[in-house]
């Protein structure tokens, strides 16, 4: 079955410990973002891979790092979470020459 | 990409049409018009999208006015699963990833 999946699904962690969430695709697609969810603020782009090792900053990037080493995988890094950070995160892919994008089911952070 | 603007929410009638406004009023040549749709906290769907004409697939059909500065998205029997928010949003056919996504409209389907 073509999924994006994310690990964890539910994170409760506490500000400064490091966390990756992972992001794997099953589609071979080129392009992989990372969006955040906020109540009031919609989706916002975080960080997105054109592919492998070619990878931009969205419209909020800071405090995160990605990184593109695997076709398939796209891990989002928060090396010193701030509460801030807490949101509901969603990674997504796509084909090159498609404009479609696939979500992930989506990974809830909390940040004390 | 262009920004777009939707109503912040709408109400249907159960087995009634959905027509679902989206402004993009500065749209380039070669952007797309990309519908999503997100129900209550889980990921995003695709829904449909298109250049200048008109399409229609299972789910949904999208008109774009001739200027190509709105659209509207047709749920033709809404259902109370079609209960979402629905996102608008413009993207390049081009090489930009940078997406940006509105705040949608929150569709109520009401028995």
């Known amino acids: 079955e073509a999924q994006v999946t994310q690990n964890p699904r539910y994170l409760i962690t506490v500000t400064g410990k490091k966390l990756t969430v992972t992001c794997s695709q099953n589609?071979?697609?080129?392009?992989m973002s990372w969006y955040r969810q906020d109540p009031g603020l919609g989706l916002r782009q975080i960080y997105y891979?054109?592919?492998?090792?070619?990878?931009d900053k969205g419209d909020v990037p800071e405090g995160y790092k990605v990184s593109r080493k695997e076709k398939r995988n796209f891990p989002l890094i928060l090396e010193s979470p701030s509460p801030n950070q807490t949101s509901l995160y969603f990674c997504?892919?796509?084909?090159?020459?498609?404009?479609?994008?696939?979500f992930g089911p989506g990974t809830r952070l909390l940040v004390l | 990409d262009a920004k777009t603007t939707q109503p912040p929410s709408m109400d249907c009638a159960e087995g009634r049409a959905a027509n679902l406004p989206c402004n993009h009023s500065?749209?380039?040549?070669?952007?797309?018009v990309y519908w999503y749709r997100q129900i209550h906290s889980q990921g995003p769907q695709y829904i449909i999208h298109g250049l200048k004409n008109n399409e229609t697939n299972e789910m949904a059909s999208l008109i774009i006015t001739e200027d190509r500065k709105s659209s509207t998205l047709i749920l033709p029997h809404a259902t109370l699963r079609d209960t979402a928010v629905y996102y608008c949003i413009v993207r390049s056919g081009g090489g930009s990833e940078k997406l940006v996504f509105g705040k949608g409209t929150k569709l109520t389907v009401n028995p």
């Open positions: 997504a892919s796509r084909s090159r020459i498609a404009g479609t994008q696939y």
């Open positions: 589609m071979n697609h080129e392009y």
């Open positions: 891979s054109m592919n492998v090792e070619v990878t």
């Open positions: 500065t749209i380039s040549g070669n952007e797309y």
